[in-house]
């Protein structure tokens, strides 16, 4: 039986991934906290760099189960596979991604997979335009291009619980009602 927590927080760009897993690290005990940002090779040949990067990490979670350690990831292989799909890289991911899910579903943690989302999409203006957002390669940071990611999310949030729900808590949470009210929410989800 599970005594650790692993969550993944997901989102497009500008949808609070940054400042809630940051909440979550010093709000929860003993929880690790992790922030990939994938390979920045987008040719064929980044796929198997990519590959090897998450099979290597999938890896060193189960080797961490049932260690009374939580662990939160601020992207994971999910990122890699909606990249892909919005054509951001030159080679797909969906079988690789399909395998990952099936493998952390199977990991004896208590498992929380949260799309973070904007229902109103014009607050990504605002939020991308801060200073002190960090650059992507590959995500422009233009609402357009938030709101493509976010519809992509979204998708993956339902087909993440349409697969592994039973075993895979899945949450979609609206960032727009400010940050004390998404604390909240997150909270409320992991308590």
Known sequence: MANSKLI???GPQGAGKTTITDFIRHKIPYTNLYRLSGSSDSSPSGKSKSVEMYTDL???I???QNKSINLLFDRT???EAIYCRLGFKEFTYDEEFDMYLDRLASFDFDIYY???YLSDTDEFEVRLARDDKAINKYAHFSKESSVNQQNAYLKMADEV????GDTIKVFKVDTCGGLEETKKKILEILS
């Open 8 to 10: 993944i927080v997901e």
């Open 58 to 60: 999938l890896d060193y």
């Open 62 to 64: 189960e080797k961490l």
């Open 77 to 79: 292989f999910f990122t």
């Open 114 to 116: 949260i799309t973070l």
């Open 161 to 164: 619980e349409e697969k592994h």
